[in-house]
């Protein structure tokens, strides 16, 4: 008979460490000054970052029908696509260095870079294609890569029972920042100060706002003794099949999201819509996923993170496919509210989905990084894809039943996801009891029985 404290231990060394309390183990507070700080910065990190791209609807408007009128619209797509495209991709390289503990070089450096970018964007020309998918399209994009995935990441440095909220709280700056955004530019393009001052004006903003950031943003955890090898992570990463599932789903889900947030206010424009409500419609769209953001966190703690990610991607691929349909105010405003609340959903939990599939927290910067660079592959092909079905004669419902569809097979990998990682978890639940029945007091193993069933049943 074993001592029960050792108990935790053989747990672990039975191939189940996610049944160990992380948050005892590591000390992570699960709250305090210095953790939900944290959280309000990296919710300012994403209001300027993933807030300021979600607004490119307002750019592809504007450069579609002003300012780049000799490119085609699936030209000026991939401006869009590229940025966003290196937003999820540059982590590969900024939560590994995240996991080695250079965590406020890389934010400083990127949160100067934004500023710096959208400086240079402003001095762009008209039809100057290439000027702007330079300063735009790279630069800004790999300005904000450097900041995504560590604001994202250095919330497991503060919370484990509470991560999917601090999370959800996070990614819920950038529909925060979606929302503002778009009216602010909408406001400052196409008014008096027009497109040069317009954008100098959106880079003074966050450029305060990221300095506020750096003021509250802390880490807590020691940087790993050496280097995370992402070949090793990347082979173990390649044999999880739940991982794989989940990366795919993602990338399926980004295809179907990015060109909603490209095209809406350009289709609500073009089926004659006024442009006052039409500047708003983006708006709307982040509106909803700011509500969905914010409370997803909260609803994944009765149900579970795989079930919620499941039933949102599976709702907001079924309202892309309603964009048919759009030819009203009333349309607008139902399909834009709607797919924000279910597709915030989804972006909320991609972070807190890849956590609770990484079984060793010092990965979680790297899973994170490669998770995001392979979903990026969807940001960047979905709106330029989608243009080429559009065509310059503007033809929606290619467009709209493709970028659905692929959607459809994201919620698909979601389930595959959820499926395999369950039947993992139970093998290993099956291997630490066989384990805790030879070596353990009948009491204790019958403690430690309903703490298992317990963890299953609030997880999956």
């Known amino acids: 008979m074993i001592a029960p404290e050792n108990v935790s231990q053989l747990v672990k060394d039975a191939g189940n460490p996610s049944l160990v309390d992380l948050s005892d183990a590591l000390g992570l507070p699960e709250g305090g000054f210095d953790a939900w700080g944290t959280v309000l910065g990296s919710f300012l990190i994403q209001f300027c970052g993933f807030g300021y791209v979600s607004a490119y609807g307002v750019f592809q408007d504007f450069y579609t029908q002003t300012y780049l009128t000799n490119s085609t619209p699936s030209a000026i797509a991939w401006i869009g696509s590229v940025n966003a495209f290196l937003i999820l991709s540059v982590g590969i390289v900024s939560g ?57 990441a250095i919330v497991s440095h503060h919370f484990q029972r509470r991560r999917a909220v601090g999370m959800g709280i996070v990614t819920a700056g ?96 073009l089926h004659g819509l006024s442009q ?61 509210a709607s797919y924000g609340v279910f597709s915030g959903g989804v972006v909320a939990m991609m972070g807190p989905v890849i956590s609770i599939l990484t079984p060793e927290i010092s990965h979680i910067g790297a899973r994170i990084g490669i998770a995001f660079a392979i979903a990026g592959i969807g940001s960047l092909l979905g709106a330029p894809i989608c243009g080429a079905f559009l065509t ?35 093998l290993q639940v099956f291997a630490s009891r066989k384990l805790m029945s030879d070596l353990c007091h009948p009491s204790m193993y019958f403690a430690l029985y309903m703490r298992e069933s317990l963890y299953l049943y609030t997880e999956c």
């Not at 998918?133 to 604001?151: E, K």
């Not at 310059?392 to 389930?415: E, L, Q, R």
């Open 96 to 152: 590994r260095m995240v996991d080695q503990g250079a965590f406020y070089p890389v934010m400083k450096i990127g949160c100067l870079l934004q500023c710096f970018f959208l400086f240079m964007l402003s001095l762009t020309k008209p039809d100057g294609y290439y000027q702007i998918f330079l300063s735009q399209g790279i630069g800004h994009g790999i300005a904000i890569g450097l900041t995504n995935v560590p604001s994202i």
């Open 174 to 269: 950038s529909s925060l920042g979606a929302i503002l955004h778009p009216v602010m530019l909408n406001n400052l393009i196409n008014g008096r100060l027009g497109f040069a001052n317009g954008v100098r004006a959106s880079a003074a903003l966050n450029g305060g706002l990221l300095f506020i950031a750096n003021l509250l943003l802390r880490t807590r955890l020691p940087p790993q003794p050496k280097a995370v090898s992402y070949t090793r992570v990347l082979r173990n990463s390649s044999r999880d099949g739940a991982y794989m599932c989940a990366c795919v789903g993602m990338a399926a889900f980004e295809f179907g999201y990015f060109f909603e947030a490209f095209y809406l206010q350009l289709d609500s424009t």
């Open 392 to 426: 310059s004669h503007y033809i929606w419902w290619k467009a709209v039943i493709f970028a659905g569809s692929v959607a459809t097979g994201g919620c698909i990998m979601f389930v595959l996801c959820n499926s395999s990682w369950r039947c993992v978890k139970s």
């Open 276 to 336: 006052g409500f039409s500047f708003y419609s983006l708006t709307i769209f982040s509106s909803g996923g700011l509500i969905g953001r914010l409370t997803v966190g909260f609803i994944s703690a009765y149900v579970g993170i795989p079930n919620t990610i499941i039933v949102s991607s599976l709702i907001s691929s079924a309202v892309l496919f309603a964009m048919v349909g759009l030819h009203s105010a009333t349309s607008v405003a139902v399909i834009a």
